[in-house]
């Protein structure tokens, strides 16, 4: 199975201040048609995980375009413009590119 | 407004089987590869099993194959989870959740349920 991990594990963030996440992959999740398939979820306090973004770096809907994901291969970041209030809680990385997904331990946000 | 819905979750004694179910609604079921999710208390995401849109192809984490059976029946839009020999281990809140690409090759879950909880003890 693919490996997944993320740093940081815990990021203290200040409101209106850029963030950063980065996740690396084991191996590669670039596939032949070119995406990477990597997606990025938040988990909110007490809420079911959302979608953020997939396939690398294309938004979900709805999400604010504050949240943007850029990378390829094994190595990928998803970057905050102006972390918000709402922004706090828990985030994933997951690769789909083999059958069997794998999740990365997760990034723990919070609000200085 | 698309919406998936879990039950079946509870207290089941190690060795025991419970059967998860998933309900779907407001969007074609039968198009979309699903999957089951579980979340361990204060512990990370963990995959656990998919199914493809017509049901003929299931997968596993390999901590769950052999004792998780993934199932579908698309004429009542509900996903299943049969889970036998359960461990202590096993006790999670399961989230039943929708792929984002319908009719195409799978690239993650877009929707989510709210979740159910097992807990295995005895």
């Known amino acids: 199975d693919i490996v997944m991990t993320q740093s940081p594990l815990s990021l203290p963030v200040t409101p209106g201040e850029p963030a950063s996440i980065s996740c690396r992959s084991s191996q590669s999740l670039l596939h032949t048609n070119g995406y990477n398939y990597l997606n990025w979820y938040l988990q909110k306090p007490g809420q079911s995980p959302q979608l953020l973004i997939y396939?690398?770096?294309i938004r979900a809907s709805g999400v604010p375009d504050r949240f943007s994901g850029s990378g390829s291969g094994t190595d990928f970041t998803l970057k905050i413009s102006r972390v918000e209030a709402e922004d706090v809680g828990v985030y994933y990385c997951?690769?789909?590119?083999?059958?069997?997904?794998?999740f990365g331990p997760g990034t723990k946000v919070d609000i200085k | 407004q698309v919406q998936l819905v879990e039950s079946g979750g509870g207290v089941v004694q190690p060795g025991r089987s419970l059967r998860l179910s998933c309900a779907a609604s407001e969007f074609s079921f039968w198009n979309y590869a699903m999957y089951w999710v579980r979340q361990a208390p204060g512990k990370g995401l963990e995959w656990v099993a998919a199914?493809?849109?017509?049901?003929?192809?299931?997968y596993y984490a390999d901590s769950m194959e052999g004792r998780f059976t993934i199932s579908r029946d698309n004429s009542r839009n509900t996903l299943y989870l049969q889970m036998n020999s359960l461990r202590v281990e096993d006790t999670a809140v399961y989230y039943c959740?929708?792929?984002?690409?319908?009719?195409?090759?799978?690239?993650?879950?877009?929707?989510w349920g709210q979740g159910t909880t097992v807990t295995v003890s005895s």
């Open positions: 959740a929708r792929d984002g690409n319908p009719g195409s090759a799978p690239y993650g879950m877009d929707v």
């Open positions: 997951m690769q789909a590119r083999q059958t069997v997904f794998t």
């Open positions: 199914i493809s849109n017509d049901g003929s192809n299931t």
């Open positions: 396939l690398g770096s």
